[in-house]
């Protein structure tokens, strides 16, 4: 498994503090860094020291057995009794005195005789200090160390196992961890020295770099270290590695290891001898090429999956594994290094079809640091060098064809204090984010636009230096007390106080609201216009963006059907995407439009023996829209019938306008739909453009307390052209009706016998008061006379008796 784990070593290596392991966790928690684990290996070895082995004699009377003694450096030395094959005289070991507790073994060392021979300590193994695995032997330590030495001073640290969340990738690292340190303690960080010493010989000219794809790898680094010697790493490159859970190969591969968990940037190390035609391709793979990793398994490869390769054949699937055709091996000479960039889109993807984790997959899912390139390639050319014997080739192969644009940033300072709730000092936000890697590129009075450094992919907008400023300083410093932001404030977004309002509406009134994915399948997404198609898609169904909700319904409908569960009250509220000019949509080329749509199926109402049943239709799902409307303050709106089917919505159908402006349309769900995914029944439908009635909806909601005073009901029916609209016909009520006019139902409109041809009739309740006092009949019959004189003036509309 990948391992996030860093050492107290390493991080102090880097930067200065002075804080205990639990104050460190404590610390890098409050930031956002979870420490899962504190491994506290100065604890574990307190007991254990370095021993001298003196002399070493077969035991009498067991042929497996040795019988030592052992110097501690104080005192005569002591008879251990030893049963590891390579113990030797003139070792330096790690020994267990009398006392001594092996928890990984669980006992404690006692004085007591084994086959006559009384025994005074215990020399130990790997596995019995915690330290590895290794148990066919003894723990051999370096010569020059003094007997007597505790151990924790030898192979003592502290051990964090950090839950990184998906966005920090650049925390995958002591780099990484010891930023944020830095950040708390106000301290430097002092980064290793990288330059390696370099022969005259040109890596040009024994290695070449070609990028076929570079979506895919935009950058791709090669440095040439010739001569070196591989053997096993030195002790300490060993425990580093052991501490934080890697298995040590060999001095190469081991450094290419440490620098990554140093650094945070994968890196890869080839046999240079086996690469043909000393030259690297970058390129994805063939649609059933195979390939054998290091661990000695034939794959085969999903397409398009990155692949290095050299002149003839591939030698390592991108970011995830190298090729048992290219490994280092102890017959190794020459070493190319590879240090590179790959998509973490693609990464992800290969690993995940491979069944393949591994901490390089894991870093580059996650972001890796495009800008750490040649730092990692030339630290880890010079440790190479430094520990294998090794010449470094004069400079660098660095094939990175469009460098990545910087990202710059800007920041209010206002706007820090409305989200937090609190103020804080102008330098103290700029000192945080400088803290952390953020260069000031341009400085005003309340704020200032920062330059993001390349390892924080996840910091693309001013909510995300806020934040930023807010983990830095403290979750605890923003008040808990609701009533402390009252004026910091600047507001809400209306759209989303309007989304808040419509799920607390609908719920409220019996609906259930469901969510859809956002992607969908190529014809479900064409069929409401013009598609935005995804890259790296994991697959036909997922491949586009949606254009509109109903399709998602129409699927959610079905399934409710197939399950007897046919009376629905639905509504969801999401994007839908769809392909505009380059000039338009956050995304260039790219509208996101936020949505509402309403569905009702079945019954019109709940079973009652004395009540008889209905199935609903679109006047029901109008009543609903209705009663939303009225919630928010808007009154009924205006319907107007349309004949034209749009938004997947079929006709006939009611266009609903607010403020003159279209926001919705109802209708049955179109024939398309209905097909598509074979719904019996005949579901009405609403589609909200909700960002258009946020703006069509003029300031805000307000309580208006009931009048004290009766009001007086009045209906009237009127005859007039078929043609005009009721919603033509209700805004002119409304206008000649006035302040006394309270309230205006439709409830009924007749074409047939003994109405003209050509006309309809059209009857209103209406419902007359007044705030101030009691109506008179004659205040309300003028007020009466006015509605009917425009409604004659307008439509040539009569009064029927």
Same mark, same amino acid.
């Given at each position: ?7 107290? =070593? ?12 639990? %104050? ?9 860094? /979870? ?16 021993? *001298? ?5 077969? @035991? ?43 928890? $990984? ?47 924790? &001073? ?15 990738? %650049? ?25 390696? /010493? ?63 968990? &140093?650094?945070? @940037? ?21 649609? $059933? ?37 290219? *490994? ?57 060098? !430094? ?10 192969? %660095? ?101 808040? +309002? ?5 719920? #409220? ?31 036909? %169904?997922? =491949? ?18 197939? @399950? ?7 509504? &969801? ?31 019109? $109402? ?38 034209? #089917? ?6 006939? #159908? ?81 206008? +000649? ?47 009466? !006379?006015?509605?009917? !004189? ?12």
């Amino acid at each position: 498994m990948p391992t996030s784990a860093v050492t107290d =070593s390493g991080l102090k290596e880097l930067v200065e503090y002075d804080l205990s392991p639990e %104050d460190v966790a404590e610390r890098l928690t409050g930031l956002g860094l /979870e420490v899962e684990s504190i491994d506290n290996r100065y604890e574990e070895l307190n007991d254990f020291i370095v021993g *001298e082995v003196v002399t070493k004699e077969k @035991h009498e009377k067991a042929d497996k057995l040795s019988v030592c003694t052992v110097s501690t450096g104080s005192g005569e030395p002591l008879t251990v009794v030893c049963g590891a094959s390579n113990v030797e005289a003139g070792q330096k070991i790690a020994f267990a005195p009398v006392g001594t507790e092996i928890s $990984g073994a669980g006992f404690t060392v006692e004085k007591r005789k084994i086959r006559g021979v009384v025994s005074e300590g215990m020399i130990c193994s790997e596995s019995e200090l915690g330290l590895g695995e290794g148990h066919d032997g003894i723990l051999v330590l370096p010569k020059e160390l003094e007997p007597g030495t505790p151990l924790s &001073e030898v192979f003592g640290d502290v051990v964090y196992e950090i839950d990184i969340t998906p966005n920090r990738g %650049d925390c995958l690292s002591h780099i990484g961890v010891s930023r944020e340190i830095a950040a708390i303690t106000g301290n430097r960080i002092g980064f290793p020295e990288s330059t390696p /010493e370099e022969t005259d010989e040109l890596t040009s000219d024994t290695v070449e770099v070609e990028i076929e794809d570079p979506d895919l790898c935009p950058r791709y680094a090669a440095r040439v270290v010739k001569n070196v010697k591989v053997e096993p790493s030195p002790l300490w490159l060993q425990e580093a590695l052991k501490k934080i859970g890697v298995r040590p190969i060999n001095n190469v591969v081991d450094v290419a290891s440490y620098v990554m968990f &140093e650094s945070g @940037h994968p890196l890869h190390a080839f046999d240079y001898d086996q690469v043909s035609g000393k030259k690297i391709v970058v390129r994805t793979a063939e649609k $059933g090429e195979k390939f054998t990793t290091l661990d000695s398994k034939e794959r085969e490869l999903p397409e398009d999956a990155l692949l290095i390769c050299d002149a003839k054949r591939p030698v390592a699937i991108a970011g995830v594994m190298g090729g048992e055709n290219s *490994e280092i091996t102890d017959s190794s000479t020459n070493v190319l290094i590879e240090s590179a960039w790959f998509d973490p889109s693609s990464i992800r993807k290969t690993a995940r079809g491979l069944g393949l984790a591994t901490d390089a997959s894991y870093r580059f899912e996650r972001g890796a640091d495009i800008g750490i390139v040649e730092y990692a390639i030339n630290r880890a050319a010079r440790f190479i060098a !430094k520990i294998a014997g090794g010449e470094v080739l004069k400079g660098i192969i %660095d094939a990175y064809p469009v460098p990545k644009e910087e990202r710059k940033v800007p920041l209010r300072f206002h706007r820090t204090a409305s989200i937090l709730g609190l103020e804080i000092e102008h330098e103290r936000q700029i000192g945080i984010l400088e803290a952390l890697g953020c260069k000031v590129v341009k400085r005003e009075q309340d704020g200032a636009t920062f330059l993001v450094p390349t390892w924080r992919t996840d910091i693309t907008q001013e909510i995300d230096l806020i934040e930023e400023i807010a983990r830095v300083n403290g979750y605890g410093a923003i008040p808990d007390d609701t009533r402390a932001m009252i004026g910091i404030f600047v507001g809400v977004d209306p759209v989303q106080e309007l989304i808040g +309002r419509t799920r607390q509406f609908f719920v #409220a009134n019996g609906f259930t609201e469901v969510v859809a994915p956002y992607q969908t399948d190529p014809e479900s997404a064409q069929q409401y216009g013009e598609a935005v198609e995804l890259r790296n898609a994991l697959g036909e %169904d997922t =491949s586009f963006m949606r254009t509109n909700l109903l399709p998602g319904l129409g699927k959610i409908i079905s399934l409710n059907e197939r @399950h007897s569960r046919r009376n629905l009250r639905l509504f &969801e509220i999401g994007k839908a995407f769809r392909s505009a000019g380059q000039s338009e949509g956050i995304i260039p080329g790219i509208v996101e439009m936020e949505e509402l749509a309403l569905v009702v199926a079945g019954k019109a $109402g709940p079973f009652a023996w004395d009540v008889k049943e209905r199935e609903v239709d679109l006047y029901d799902l109008r009543g609903v829209v209705d009663r939303y409307l009225g919630s928010l303050g808007l009154g009924s709106g205006e319907y107007r019938p349309v004949n034209q #089917a749009k938004w997947g919505i079929g006709v006939p #159908a009611l266009a609903l306008f607010v403020n003159n402006q279209e926001v919705a349309r109802l209708g049955s769900i179109d024939d398309w739909v209905l097909k598509r995914y074979d719904i019996a029944s005949q579901p009405y439908v609403m589609l909200l453009d909700v960002e258009r009635l946020s703006k069509a909806k003029k300031g805000t909601s307000q309580y208006v307390p009931p009048s004290k005073y009766p009001v007086v009901d009045r209906d009237i029916s009127i005859l007039l052209d078929a043609s005009v609209h009721s919603g033509d016909v209700e805004a002119m009520i409304q206008k +000649r009706g006035g302040e006394l006019l309270q309230e205006m139902q439709l409830f009924d409109i007749y074409q047939g016998k003994g109405i003209p041809k050509g006309k309809k009739s059209i009857s209103y309740g209406l419902k007359f008061g007044s705030k101030e006092k009691t109506l008179e009949e004659a205040h309300v019959d003028e007020q009466l !006379k006015q509605i009917l !004189k425009g409604l004659m003036e307008e439509f040539k509309a009569e009064l029927r008796s």
